[in-house]
């Protein structure tokens, strides 16, 4: 599955973003199958989980995002969003979005950067 990031950017403490991913070329049932999540990369860490989504369950998210990210999905646009609210400094980090197949292939997008000011 081919996947575009965007909407990233900089944005002071406190302000919302919202990341979109795009699967173009995706089929109907691919989309609405497998894990969709995103993912985010802070300098000298390690990838973490922000928020993902199973096709008729309800998201997850860790703790440090709850109540402030929200992941969804428009089926007929084949596009995932990350709405971002109160953003903090330690959200700053390169966002990723993921489609893990249930065949067990996992496809990642290019990444969008994400920069929160003080």
């Known amino acids: 599955v081919y996947l575009v990031e965007s909407g990233g950017g900089l944005v002071q403490a406190g302000g919302s973003l919202r990341l979109s991913c795009a699967a173009p070329r995706a089929i109907l049932s691919t989309f609405t199958s497998g894990t969709w999540a995103w993912y985010r990369q802070a300098p000298g860490k390690e990838r973490e989980l922000v928020a993902s989504?199973?096709?008729?369950?309800?998201?997850n998210y860790p703790d440090s995002v709850k109540d402030r990210f929200t992941i969804s999905k428009d089926n007929r646009k084949r596009t995932m969003y990350l709405q971002m609210n109160s953003l903090k400094p330690e959200d700053t980090g390169v966002y990723y979005c993921?489609?893990?197949?249930?065949?067990?292939?996992?496809?990642w997008g290019q990444g969008t950067q994400v920069t929160v000011s003080a």
């Open positions: 993921n489609h893990h197949a249930p065949s067990g292939t996992d496809n």
């Open positions: 989504l199973v096709h008729g369950a309800s998201a």
